[in-house]
């Protein structure tokens, strides 16, 4: 509606169309200065190519590094899942406690599973295995004590919560030792929480580079567009008409950079499948090098597009709004 | 129509382009501008355009003080004026048709309706047969003529035109001022900046005039029977 003129129609509401048709008008328009937007980057595919590239990269280097701590990750919990807490119980113990302790533990919903070895077993195993063989026959007593293998359920069995179940062990009347070896555990975490911070910080350093990088190309598109921007200030176009073309620039900047990305970072983990397939093999375990989940490939794309709209966002607002006719 | 009260303009290097100017034109009146090169003739169309900002007084378009315009409403405003400059202020790298439908797809007219309407006002400035061409294949005169074009095409109530016949011969610069009758006669509101001092005296429409910044005549007083375009022309 005219703000000078009461009653004078203006564009849209012309020609008396219905909500729906108006909806759809604002759909295509939006599809055609998408394209339009497309079409210049095609027309000048040199430079495209180029910041589409710096922005490739700049995602493909933390998505690497996030598929290689995912990995660490994966090959560490399937340690975890070994963690094992052995419990030592007091040498006066009778074989009926320790059954009925087998059968107390067993109903605790933390534990997994429960591997009895009764001190005569033990002492057979350490005969074998020590070699002392039959100077342990000499001896008066067994001075083995039963030991309880306690296998914590998943939920369980993280270095917090592991320990968590070894203090709640230690306190039961039979028990005279507990061990868990969980040290290196949490070194381990240790090392992945740092590799997951430096990836982050890198992450955001070159999320930060994209977004000025993206930023100062649409500047320069502007800047090529002054005449262009003048003139249509002059016939009464707004800022948000204005501003859409290089919004669907840095948009398109985005989705292609990611798709760029995407390749990349497939290309890389191919490359080091090979030796990593090499390694695993000689350590006889079965790890595959996991690659981007869908979901994964799916958020690196909407970062990138994201980082695209950010970067044109700053610098449309920045400098439209600078060109005024004068 | 256009209504000046008290307004004076001081840029912000501190020259003064207009001093306490008044004058009112009414609605479907069509009025020149004049004054030499220098005299405030540019900004006076800026302040209606709101290209620039009246130091002191109100600008009025229809009863509308200017300065209550937020600065994101003036693309409205644009809308209801339709602006003709010297230099064309055309896109050389779009075709006419191009440049004509910019206004009307800012709009956010249907392709149909802008079809329609394109052609109707290139038929009236009679480059139908130009649509598919760039500007800068055309003429001075026909690149005028795109940009009048342009200015009507979504009709405006209001044209101003600076200088509009300042590149062209005599001949030309007739046509030019011939279309701007004809809009007048449709009931369009005109308002012509010019030096050409003979194409004003051939014509008997009111003419203000203005001279380092002060309307030394709006057209209506009585003395302007003694000319003073020759007086200014002195």
Redesign the interface.
């Known amino acids: 509606m005219s703000l000078l003129f009461k009653g004078r129609p203006q564009g849209a509401q012309m020609s008396h169309i219905s909500m729906l048709q108006r909806l759809m008008m604002f759909f295509v328009s939006h599809v055609r200065q998408a394209l339009g937007s497309l079409g210049e980057l095609w027309r000048a595919p040199a430079a495209s190519l180029m910041t589409i590239g710096v922005l490739g990269l700049s995602i493909t280097l933390p998505s690497t590094l996030y598929v290689m701590v995912k990995n660490a990750e994966q090959l560490s919990a399937g340690w975890e899942q070994a963690s094992e807490i052995s419990l030592f119980l007091r040498q006066d113990t009778r074989p009926a406690d320790v059954q009925q302790l087998i059968t107390r533990l067993s109903l605790w919903p933390e534990i997994d599973s429960l591997v009895h070895i009764s001190k005569a077993d033990a002492l057979e195993e350490f005969k074998q295995l020590s070699g002392f063989g039959d100077a342990l026959t000499h001896l008066d007593s067994n001075p083995l004590p039963d030991v309880i293998l306690v296998t914590p359920t998943e939920r369980h069995a993280s270095p917090s919560s592991a320990s968590r179940l070894l203090d709640k062990l230690r306190k039961e009347r039979e028990v005279e030792l507990g061990k868990l070896d969980i040290e290196w555990l949490e070194r381990l975490h240790g090392f992945l929480g740092i590799a997951r911070d430096v990836v982050g910080v890198v992450a955001l350093l070159l999320f930060l580079a994209v977004v000025l990088i993206i930023g100062n190309t649409i500047r320069l598109n502007i800047s090529n567009k002054r005449d262009e921007i003048l003139v249509m200030k002059l016939v009464g176009a707004t800022d948000a008409f204005i501003h859409r073309p290089f919004l669907y620039t840095g948009f398109w900047y985005g989705l292609l950079g990611g798709i760029l990305a995407w390749f990349a970072v497939s290309l890389l983990l191919w490359w080091v499948d090979g030796s990593i397939r090499y390694v695993s093999s000689l350590y006889q375990s079965p790890f595959e090098l996991s690659g981007l989940s869908a979901s994964d490939l799916l958020l690196m794309l909407a970062m990138s597009v994201m980082l695209g709209l950010a970067g044109s966002m700053i610098s449309v607002h920045r400098h439209v709004r600078e060109i005024e006719p004068r | 129509m256009i209504k000046f009260e008290n307004v004076s303009k001081t840029y912000s290097g501190g020259q003064q382009a207009l001093r306490q100017v008044n004058f009112h034109i009414e609605p479907g009146e069509m009025a020149f501008l004049t004054g030499h090169s220098g005299a405030g003739k540019s900004t006076l169309l800026?302040l209606i355009?709101i290209?620039?900002r009246p130091t002191v007084g109100k600008v009025l378009?229809?009863g509308?003080d200017l300065n209550t315009?937020h600065r994101?409403?003036i693309?409205?405003?644009?809308?209801?004026i339709g602006?003709i400059?010297q230099s064309h202020?055309?896109?050389m790298d779009r075709t006419v048709f191009d440049n004509v439908a910019?206004?009307?797809v800012?709009?956010?007219?249907?392709r149909k309706?802008i079809n329609k309407r394109v052609s109707a006002a290139l038929e009236m400035v009679g480059l139908r047969d130009k649509v598919r061409n760039l500007p800068i294949m055309l003429s001075g005169g026909e690149q005028q003529r795109v940009g009048i074009a342009?200015a009507v095409v979504?009709k405006p109530?209001l044209l101003l035109a600076d200088e509009p016949t300042g590149n062209l011969d005599p001949k030309l610069s007739m046509e030019i001022i011939r279309l701007f009758e004809e809009f007048n006669q449709a009931g369009v509101s005109v308002f012509i900046a010019t030096h050409d001092l003979g194409l004003i005296a051939r014509m008997k429409y009111r003419t203000l005039t203005l001279r380092q910044g002060q309307m030394i005549d709006d057209g209506l007083s009585e003395d302007w029977q003694t000319d003073p375009l020759q007086e200014d022309s002195l």
């Open positions: 800026k355009s290209m620039e378009i229809n509308h315009i994101r409403q693309a409205y405003i644009r809308r209801d602006m400059f202020q055309l896109l910019l206004p009307l800012i709009d956010g007219y249907s309706e342009r979504n109530p």
